[in-house]
């Protein structure tokens, strides 16, 4: 029979590292490389690790855990302990800019103005390549009120909404 509390401890553990460092390793620079993280790793020297029943090693103490990219995560699993000396711990981890729906997309434009719902599609599609998730992405109304808090007035017309001295940034 499962037990059903330590089946979950390994998903509570990662849990609550996303907590105490308040975001999910992406937002991190990998410990070893520099590259984009993808994964919290625990240190091979923290000192009250469990194994959970499919011997999967976590921590309640998030502070062992540090990010790391997927390629140099494998390496220092493959490692263990003696991968010490090359995985530099730090306290402190760079994180990396967070992403800026407007400047990604958008600028300001004196001479152009763009249709609301061409606008919105934009916006979905870097939506999308930031991959968040559904309850993340904003409705169109939610949307034309960010661009408001930008100092984007927007107008009907007989063609939809458009949104005043604006422009798509690939234009
Ligand atoms: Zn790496």
Redesign the pocket.
Known sequence: MINRSAERAYDKAQARVREYYGDPASAFL??????T?HTWALDHRAPNAILDYRGRRYSEEPHWYFP??????S?YATMGPTAGPIFKRVSTFDVLPEPDWFADTFAHSDDSSTLGATAYSAYRVWSDAEGLSPSEVWSRRAFYARMEERGIARRKTSNGVVLLRLKLKSN
């Open positions: 990998c410990t070893r490389c520099g590259d993280a790391l990219c997927d390629r140099c995560e390496l």
